[in-house]
């Protein structure tokens, strides 16, 4: 059989200890996984598992889940043991909600240093707990809620104030002996957040999380994550990430996969090559390209498909993608893995394509 190649990425993974988040590895040579939150109330425990469903079907390795009350800490062993993948318990204030969950069989916990006063002299309990039941913990310093006695010597949420806090934390969990966490320095600033990753990772191997936090709504968001966990991906740097979008968790997690696809540190799946369109193009190509999108969502192999407006660089493209259509004249030339399969009118390319996906899909299944 032909050994395939991996494709090429920007840098080798910085060398990070490996943990564990239940089922799912985290930092070593592990993938990078994509993390997102629910948004229902943890007490609603049947929404919060169907949220979850949802979010496994998109391809979410690690779902949070918030805990901000006694009720919400009673619901996490049933969702816990039901959910599809690992939960991790997001705790603020309340250190007692953080045993709730470790010996409720949570994953993981979050703690933020920032927002558990007393934390610091809890840390010895909560490691033993914590090892006693194969949880790992995350280290969650954010900027909106960083340590008041950080906040008060830096004046503001700097790089330096949230790698302090964080390596402050790390080292009273290493006091005891305890070493299965990760940690995150979230920013809403981009910059600032890449600048703390960068410091972060020279002051130890722990597993980085990866988040701009309050990146807003989907398309700033989304821009603000793609640029940051870009530039520090591109670095090696990142062993976890959370795309935090004001939208639906789905998209965050298909924001997530979006990114490690486009850096190669996951698998492409369906691929559209599409093009802008200009005032040669002889066919609607976003209508297209949209259609075609929609009607392949599903397919499970790696496809590249090419969606091009004109005979410019439509051949071209098409003939380099596993499936391909080049429009011309209210026409289209569907090509199959390079050769010219046929030619149909306008409103034949979309089902033409979709039934070609699904011809080669089957092929690739059955190899
Ligand atoms: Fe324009 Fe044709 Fe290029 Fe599309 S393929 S951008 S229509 S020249």
Redesign the pocket.
């Known amino acids: 059989p032909s050994v395939k190649e991996a494709p090429p990425v920007l840098a080798p993974r910085r060398k990070t200890r490996k943990i564990k988040v239940g089922s799912v590895e985290v930092g070593g040579d592990a993938h990078v996984s994509v993390q997102s939150m629910t948004t229902t109330k943890t007490t609603d425990i049947g929404a919060t598992l169907q949220q979850i469903a949802e979010l496994t079907a998109a391809g979410c390795d690690i779902v949070r889940v918030a805990c901000p009350s006694a009720d919400d800490a009673e619901a996490l062993p049933i969702i816990a043991k039901k959910s599809t993948i690992p939960v991790i318990a997001d705790i603020h204030f309340q250190p007692r909600y953080v045993f709730a969950a470790i010996k409720g069989g949570c994953a993981a916990v979050r703690v933020n240093p920032g927002n558990i006063r007393k934390f610091d002299d809890q840390v010895k309990e909560i490691a033993q707990a914590a090892k006693d039941h194969g949880t790992s913990i995350r280290i969650g310093v954010n900027a909106g809620s960083l340590d008041p006695r950080l906040l008060k010597k830096y004046g503001a949420a700097t790089p330096e104030a949230l790698v302090e806090s964080a390596v402050w934390e790390a080292s009273l969990f290493e006091e005891h002996d305890f070493h299965d966490f990760k940690i995150s320095v979230k920013h809403h600033d981009p910059v600032v957040m890449v600048k703390a990753y960068e410091m972060l990772a020279e002051r130890g191997d722990w597993p980085l999380h990866l988040g701009v936090t309050e990146a807003g709504p989907a398309f700033q968001g989304t821009i603000k994550s793609a640029v940051a966990f870009g530039a520090l991906l591109s670095k090696g740097i990142g062993d976890t990430i959370r795309v935090s979008l004001s939208a639906p968790p789905v998209e965050e997690v298909k924001v997530g996969i979006q990114i490690l696809q486009s850096l190669n540190l996951r698998p492409k799946k369906l691929e559209i090559v599409s093009?802008?369109?200009?005032?040669?193009?002889q066919v609607d190509?976003y209508k297209l390209a949209e259609e075609v999108t929609e009607g392949l969502k599903d397919v499970t192999v790696p496809l590249r498909v090419a969606v091009?407006?004109?005979?410019?660089?439509?051949p071209g493209e098409a003939r380099e993608a596993d499936l391909g259509v080049a429009s011309g004249n209210g026409k289209g030339q569907i090509f199959v893995k390079g050769e010219v399969i046929s030619t149909v009118p306008e409103s034949e390319i979309v089902p033409t394509l979709i039934a070609e996906a699904q011809r080669i899909a089957e092929r690739m299944e059955a190899e």
């Open positions: 093009c802008p369109s200009c005032g040669r193009a190509v091009m407006g004109c005979v410019v660089n439509g």
